[in-house]
């Protein structure tokens, strides 16, 4: 729980046992509990912001607090009515729960010497038609995110984690079939990296990397590695996949629903192979139009000062199999780094020839040993550049997104494996963080050879 809504709880919890003593005692602390239970409900509605799983609290704390005036102005009564009581206990220990249990979580703070920066462009494909949504057959719109190193005068000011606040809770909620409700907090949640401030002015070209998300996904499913990234020097551009993202919320407040019908579940297997092989080669296309509009100036910020000769390209599932497609068929890729890449989708001529370029794959322990990990395994057969598959135990497809910090119940919802989100994020950030710096950098570490200790990962022969 964030600190105001500590306080509350503590404070509410006070009042509501403040019957059980002695009338001196209950008449003495009236009015302490009342300022603090008035000062605490201030600070977190103003500061933190209110939020839907603290609705039981809420009503303890007034009540307790209208309780404490009275008994502060007035001599307590005896007769304190304990099933009523009972009742506020009740109303205060459920709140307190459900703030446990889904909270307003903490992420991860990026690792590297320079403050971080983000902002947010809307990119137009005039060349490519819009396949997907209610009404398909308009120029693809994207949203693409950047993350960057900033400039260190610049104030630091760190901005939401998600875009567009309840609206995107919702849509998330509908397509995880959750109430609507139960995700309106996620716009309260805050990274790291402040908007739209000043990039450093270090001179020399940026690395890039390029972020694609999974199906259902969406670009800041991942910020947590993309600050960290930034942070150590790279330039993170994310894409919003249209219609294959859980929700893409643009610039000027639109948002825009998946689309269920682009990978069709309730269909022969012929059908949806098809579906599956246009969606990633979709996403393969939208990561090389990003890079287009990068080198174009899409970010003035940034404008002439990108390496996009040799690009990082990482991505998760559906954006694994997308990088693995872009980086065979686009020289602008230096090095690919997959988590549980989805290459079921790729054609086999792709994975026959395999890849030029430097290949890491992780895969959840829930991927290991499937036919996706077969097709995986051919791949890295096939490939003429370094390549390596890792092996996270007590992982599943999700851990290496964010959504594990979402609750302390992760495990038990299903969105995470039985080791710890932040050890598995700092385990993803470490090896993709070494991969690159190796491959794109010229480091002089190699992960494979040198692996971040990290007893999980287990590197294939």
């Known amino acids: 729980m964030r600190p105001a809504e500590f306080v509350l709880l503590v404070v509410t919890v006070v009042g509501v046992v ?25 600070a977190h509605l103003t500061v933190e912001g209110a939020r839907w799983q603290l609705t039981p609290l809420y009503l303890a704390a007034a009540v307790v607090l209208l309780i404490s005036l009275a008994d502060a102005v007035r001599p307590p009564n005896a007769a304190s009515g304990r099933v009523g009581w009972l009742l506020l206990g009740a109303l205060a220990a459920t709140g307190g729960v459900l703030g446990w249990a889904l909270p307003v979580p903490a992420l991860p703070a990026p690792t590297g010497p320079q403050p971080v920066g983000t902002t947010v462009v809307s990119l137009t494909d005039p060349e490519r038609r819009a396949g997907y949504g209610a009404e398909p057959g308009g120029a693809r719109e994207l949203a693409l995110q950047v993350w960057y190193p900033a400039d260190p005068q610049e104030p630091v000011a760190p901005g939401a984690w998600v875009p567009a606040g309840a609206r995107f809770g919702r849509q998330a909620a509908a397509w995880l079939g959750m109430p609507s409700f139960v995700l309106d907090h996620v716009g309260l949640v805050r990274g790291h990296a402040t908007d739209d401030v000043a990039a450093s002015p270090e001179p020399g070209p940026l690395p890039v990397v390029v972020y694609s998300h999974g199906w259902g996904g969406f670009r800041t499913i991942q910020s947590g590695l993309a ?101 065979a068929e686009d020289r602008r890729c230096g090095a690919v780094v997959g988590f549980d890449p989805w290459v079921e989708p790729v054609p086999d001529d792709i994975l026959g020839h395999g890849l030029d370029v430097p290949f890491l794959a992780l895969r959840s322990e829930e991927w290991v040993g499937n036919d996706n990990d077969a097709r995986l395994r051919r791949l890295r057969a096939s490939s003429n550049g370094p390549s390596g598959l890792v092996a996270v135990a007590g992982t599943t497809h999700r851990d290496v997104t964010l959504l594990p910090f979402l609750s302390p119940l992760s495990h038990r919802l299903g969105l995470a494996g039985v080791t710890p989100g932040e050890r598995t994020h700092a385990l993803t950030t470490e090896w993709t963080a070494a991969w690159l710096d190796h491959h794109l950098r010229g480091a002089l570490r190699d992960p494979l050879l040198d692996p971040p200790a990290y007893r999980e990962a287990q590197v294939d022969g």
């Open 18 to 42: 403040r019957p059980a003593t002695s009338l001196v005692v209950r008449r003495s602390i009236a009015w302490p509990v009342a300022a603090a239970a008035t000062i605490a409900a201030v």
């Open 227 to 327: 600050e960290d990234l930034a942070s150590r020097g790279y330039v993170v551009a994310a894409l919003d996949h249209t219609h294959g993202a859980v929700a893409t919320a643009f610039p000027d407040g639109q948002v825009v629903p998946i689309d269920p019908a682009a990978l069709p579940s309730e269909t022969g297997p012929e059908i949806y192979d098809a579906a599956a092989e246009r969606l990633v080669a979709t996403f393969a296309a939208d990561v090389a139009f990003a890079l287009d509009e990068l080198d174009a100036g899409a970010v003035p910020m940034l404008a002439g000062r990108l390496d996009l000769d040799a690009v990082g390209i990482v991505g998760h599932s559906t954006g694994g199999g997308a990088a693995v497609r872009f980086c």
